[in-house]
Nanobody, 118 residues
Framework: QVHLVESGGGLVQPGGSLSLSCAAS????????MGWYRQTPGKQPELVEH???????TYADSVKGSFSSSRDNGWSTVYLQMNSLKPEDTAVYYC????????????WGQGTQVNVSS
C-alpha cells in the first residue's frame, strides 16, 4: 500500500509564494517519476512538473521560471516551490507518482487547495 500525502496549500495573494510538500510512504521498490498535477473545476488534471528518476524534469510551459520541484534523496518527499503566483494558478494540486509497489501503477494523493486571490 502506497500513500501520498500533500501539505502546504492555502490562500496567497497574487505575486506571492507558496511551497507544497508530498510525503510518500509504503512499500516502494522503484520510481519512474513523481511530481505534481493541478485541477480546476470542470477540467482534467494538468501536469505541473514531474521529476524523473534521473532527476530530469517535465513541466508545463505556464509555470516555467516560476515553479520548481525538488525531492529528497530517498524519494520520501517531493516539493513544489511556487513563486510569482497568479489567480489562474488557483487549483487543487495533486501529488502523483508512477512507481512499483505490489505492481507498477500511478498513485495519487488526495490533493491540496491553492487559492491565489487578493
Amino acid at each position: 500500500q502506497v500513500h501520498l500525502v500533500e501539505s502546504g496549500g492555502g490562500l496567497v495573494q497574487p505575486g506571492g509564494s507558496l511551497s507544497l510538500s508530498c510525503a510518500a510512504s509504503g512499500t516502494i521498490f522503484n520510481i519512474i517519476h513523481m511530481g505534481w498535477y493541478r485541477q480546476t473545476p470542470g477540467k482534467q488534471p494538468e501536469l505541473v512538473e514531474h521529476i524523473f528518476s534521473d532527476n530530469t524534469k517535465t513541466y508545463a510551459d505556464s509555470v516555467k521560471g516560476s515553479f520548481s520541484s525538488s525531492r529528497d534523496n530517498g524519494w520520501s518527499t517531493v516539493y513544489l516551490q511556487m513563486n510569482s503566483l497568479k489567480p489562474e494558478d488557483t487549483a487543487v494540486y495533486y501529488c502523483k507518482a508512477r512507481l512499483a509497489s505490489s505492481r507498477w501503477a500511478d498513485y495519487w494523493g488526495q490533493g491540496t487547495q491553492v487559492n491565489v486571490s487578493s
